[in-house]
Every structure is written in structure tokens, then in C-alpha cells.
């Protein structure tokens, strides 16, 4: 029994095939909860798939329908080895997007897990199944080279509608909060930075959507008899947007930005590289806050997008000037600015430029996922980063908090833990495209990881969680 045997035993699991054969499974389950039919394979995924896995490995759980009504179903299992002892809670979600079938490879189907050469396809084989299936299969092969016993208790939570915004997860951390209580929150999801480097994640940026809309009047009016004579809604929107954001990316509106990033942010991201790799796209250095490096844009920063814009009808335009022009706008956002402060803001600054015609519609997208970061000089950190360090002869990238977002605001603040991301996967993994694939050298180190990780948290003290720091 020792750690480099549970290791080894970890990677079995891919080498040997269990992994590849639990995989299939998974991934035949069509759970693509943004397909209104998806309801059956959902609660098939937790009942059928999961709660009887989890039995097996000493786990009692329950399937919770979702509070709101509006989406999938969660599973909450629980190992209990000791009422006294510490307790992790790890989270996953067993939905996917749609499948896209017609776009995938000759050969390729999302609901069939594949390999050719280094890459295993196949929807939901990195988000999310195949990182939680390696976290947990990890943790098994840990428990059984330790006696049967980890020492510690574990909570697994479940939910089948991240693809949709996380319905009801909010609610179900409330409700259940004395199932779910632990003292860490220890998860994988998302991409690593770059694919050689392990990455800790330890929070999201949130987002927001609002429409910007300018309507002048009912129906388009020929641009011949009438143009320079009636005010164009699309040049008078292109305008507004203008004066919020510059031409190189910039956010000219202040109010939406840090005023500056912490210093104990800017020296963990000092650490980091953002790499899209040859799956990635190019990345535009002249775009964004002028001073910042790529990884304080993208993690240390809030930005100011334009998911689309529409005037008239671009797909069949005709000789008239457009009644209307709206464009769908975000931002993604840091803890340093409070999200409520943004469309105020917006609203003052547009009347004060004198585009008082421009209407600000907040919008309800379904992730209303708040921004949450942790310390990244903080003990839990610190402790998985240095079992990484001695797993893989690898110091991890430590990010304060992703660029994108998970609903961890429900554990790091509902439920009061220190989260801990560590990704399987890497950014070129296509994973919400036809063609979604796994690294197997990823997923190699990634169950390695996992398995140095959980044997480590039972062979010493953990960092007080800030309940008990607080009592």
C-alpha cells in the first residue's frame, strides 16, 4: 500500500480499459439537456448509471427532481466513513449540448466513444463526463489500496442542466445543505491552460447579457425616398456601442472594470500562459486593456463583447431604412465590481452622451452564475498543488478564478467552501463542437492526479474550513 501504487493503479484504469469501457456507456446516454426530449436519458444517467456505481463503492444516495421544475433532475451521494472525520465534496454535471450528429467526422458519432490514435471522441468525453468519471474512478482505486477506508467522508453532488444554466443548483444547495456541508470542494471541468502544464482553477469570472436597442418606428421606409431624412437605427446603435468600448477592445466605460487587479492575483497570473495550441485560434495581442498580459485579460479583467447585432435583414437585404437595431451584448466579469452596479451604469453613461434613445434590456439567459475567486496563495492551493508538483514533476498553473463560468458561486458562497478546479482536458478540445475529444495523455495524467490527490488529503491535516475557523 503506498501512494505510488494508487498511482499506478489510477492509470490502470485507461491502460487496462475500465475507464474506456465505463466511457461507452456514458457517453451511448444521450443527455443533451438543451434537447426538450432529454428528460428520460437525464434521470436515466443518474439512476441507471451513477447511483448504482456509487452503491457499489459504499455510497448511499438520493435523486432529487429539480426545485424549479425547469430543469434536470441531481444526485446527492454520500460516503460516511466517520461523522468526526473531514468531508470533500466533489460535483460533476452528466449533461451535455446538443449532439450535432451531422457535423462530426466521416466515422465519428457523438454517442459512440471512439479512439484514433491519441484522441478519444465522443460527446460529454470531456464535459463532463470523462472528468468526473476520472475523478471518481480515481478515488475507488485510492480506497481499495487504502483498506477500503480514505479517511475521510466524501459527498458527491450531480446535476443534469450546466449546459442550460444550472437550474435549481441554487436551490438544491439550499435545501440540502446539510448533505452537501464539507469543508472543501475539490472538482475537475473546463480546460487546462495549456496542455503540457496541469492547471488549478479556483473560481469563475460571471456573466451578464443585456440587449442595447434603439426602435424608431413601425416598418422600413425606401432609403432612396427617405434616407438622410429618417435617423438610422443601426449607425445610431454602432455609435452608442462605440462610446462603451474602443476600437481595440478597450472598455471606455470605467464603472465596468477593476480599478486593479490585486496584487496577490497579478503574481499567480504572472505564473500563467494562455495558449489556444494548433486546435485554438490565433490570439489578437493589439485587442483588450492596453498593459495587461493575456492571461490578466482574460482572468484578472472584465470585458465588454458583442454576441450579435442586427439591423434590417441581413440575410435578404433590401433598399430601406430599418425600423429597429438591437445587439446582444455581455459581460464577463471579475468579484472586483458588483454585477447589480453594471446596467445602472450603462443607462447614466448612454443619457449623459446623449443617446438617451438607446434602450438597456437586462436579459434572463439561464446562467445567472455570479463571479467567485479564491486566494490563490491560500492553503488548499497550496496543498493540491504541491500533490500535483509530486505526481507529475510539475508545478501547476494556479488561476484565481476562469475566464468562464460554472455555477460555483452556489458552493463558494451558498455553501461557504474552498473550491478547487483541476482540469482533464485542454482548450482545443472542441467540447461544445462536433468532433469533441479527450487527450489521452490528459486523461492519463488526469486520473494520476486525481489519485495522488486523494490519497494525500488522508494522509494529513486539512486547512480549517472557514466554518470552523469561524466557530
Sequence with gaps: MSRDAAVAAARALLD????????????AIRTASQDPGSGPALHSYLADEMLP????????????????????????????????????????????VLGLDGGWSEGLSPWVLTRRGDRLYGRGVVDNKGQHTANL??????????????GYNVSVLLETSEEVGSPGIEEICREQRALLAADVLIASDGP??????????????????FDLRVRYREGGHHSGNWGGLLANPGIRLAHAIATLVGPEGQVLLRDLVPERIPDNVRRALAGCRVDGGADGPEIN??????????????????????????????????????????????????????VESFLPAIRRHL????????????????????????????????LVADSIL??????????????????????????????????????GCQQHAPD?????????EGLEIAAGVFWDLGEQPWPLSRQAAAA
Design 192 to 209: 487546462r491552460l495549456v496542455p503540457e502544464v496541469p492547471t488549478l482553477t479556483l473560481g469563475t469570472r460571471g456573466a451578464v447579457n
Design 351 to 382: 443619457d449623459a452622451a446623449g443617446f438617451r434613445d438607446v434602450a438597456v434590456e437586462p436579459v434572463k439567459s439561464g446562467a445567472e452564475w455570479r463571479a467567485t475567486r479564491m486566494d490563490p496563495d491560500g492553503a488548499w492551493p497550496r
Design 390 to 427: 509530486r505526481t507529475t514533476g510539475r508545478a501547476p498553473m494556479i488561476v484565481p478564478n476562469a475566464g468562464g463560468s460554472l455555477p460555483n458561486d452556489s458552493f463558494a458562497v451558498t455553501l461557504g467552501l474552498p473550491t478547487v478546479y483541476i482540469p482533464h482536458s485542454y482548450s
Design 137 to 150: 474512478m480515481a478515488m475507488e482505486a485510492v480506497r481499495r489500496l487504502r483498506g477500503g477506508r480514505l
Design 16 to 27: 487496462d480499459g475500465p475507464f474506456l469501457d465505463t466511457m461507452a456507456r456514458r457517453v
Design 285 to 338: 495581442d493589439w485587442w483588450g486593456e492596453p498593459g495587461l498580459s493575456a492571461a490578466e485579460k482574460v482572468f484578472g479583467w472584465n470585458t465588454f463583447e458583442v454576441l450579435a447585432f442586427r439591423t434590417g435583414n441581413p440575410d435578404a437585404p433590401v433598399n430601406a431604412v430599418p425600423p429597429e437595431a438591437v445587439a446582444r451584448c455581455q459581460i464577463r466579469y471579475t468579484v472586483d465590481r458588483e
Design 436 to 444: 469533441e475529444h479527450a487527450l489521452i495523455p490528459l486523461v492519463r
Design 53 to 96: 456505481d456509487l452503491e457499489r463503492q459504499g455510497f448511499t444516495g438520493e435523486i432529487f427532481p429539480n426545485p424549479t421544475g425547469a430543469g434536470g433532475p441531481f444526485l446527492i451521494a454520500r460516503r460516511i466513513e466517520d461523522p468526526a472525520l473531514p468531508t470533500l465534496l466533489t460535483y460533476g454535471h452528466g449533461d451535455t
